[in-house]
């Protein structure tokens, strides 16, 4: 389980692609002896198993289905990275509960700026669409956001500076992709409903 309050950014400096991928991602200050093999780390929200540690980074690897429903897909070396490792018990639940597991990617509508802030439209897919709700909670990239306004299956959010300095999220452009994680309580509710 994670927060989506990101620790780290990374670089990945080296992918083996040969079946599933094999990723090197070096963090930019997350302390390398803290992050156990076989310890779960969220990496731009994709849930990853630590595999092995390199003298400057870990390396994790990603399955078929993690590649074809994550922006891991596009990854070079060089493409930063938003980590979080894993909730310990009596960590600070900072931002809402988050499993890791992607549903799907979203794409950049439009960027503007507002105030010192960024207000973010995203492209969702339509079957995520009914677990968007304004006010609740989304993990794109694997920040914990507020959901501003839905309209459909676009939906808007505002990246406050802190944000933009210290994940990835601060990058963004119309186009881009990010990984998406509905929130969880919506989708179990969801679920309870259509029964």
């Known amino acids: 389980m994670f927060t989506g309050i990101v620790q780290d950014i990374g ?23 803290r992050t156990a093999i076989g310890a779960s780390m969220a990496c731009s929200g994709a849930c990853l198993t ?3 540690k390199t003298a400057d980074g870990f390396q994790v690897q990603a399955s ?20 979080e490792p894993a909730l310990r018990m009596g960590d600070e639940l900072g931002g809402h509960l ?6 799907a990617t979203a794409r950049v509508a439009s960027v503007r700026r507002e105030g010192d802030s960024m207000r973010v439209q ?3 897919p339509q079957e ?6 304004p006010k609740g909670s989304v993990v794109l990239d694997g920040v914990s956001l ?3 306004e839905v309209e459909g299956g676009r939906f808007g959010v505002n990246i406050i500076p802190h944000t933009q300095k210290m994940t990835t999220l601060g990058a963004l452009q119309v ?21």
């Not at 670089?11 to 002896?33: C, F, H, Q, S, Y």
């Not at 988050?98 to 549903?103: L, T």
């Not at 995520?128 to 709700?133: D, Q, T, W």
């Open 122 to 124: 995203f492209d969702a």
């Open 175 to 195: 186009g881009d992709e990010v990984n998406i994680e509905a929130d969880m309580i919506a989708r179990y509710l969801d679920r309870l409903i259509r029964r």
């Open 98 to 103: 988050v499993s890791g597991h992607v549903d």
């Open 64 to 83: 078929n289905e993690t590649l074809g429903k994550t922006t891991l897909k596009n990854w070079q070396v060089g493409t930063r990275v938003n980590l």
């Open 146 to 148: 507020t959901v501003n």
């Open 50 to 52: 630590v595999i092995a």
């Open 11 to 33: 670089t990945v400096i080296a992918i083996v692609k040969n079946g599933d991928w094999l990723m090197t991602i070096r963090p930019d200050n997350l302390p390398l002896e």
């Open 128 to 133: 995520l669409a009914r677990f968007i709700a």
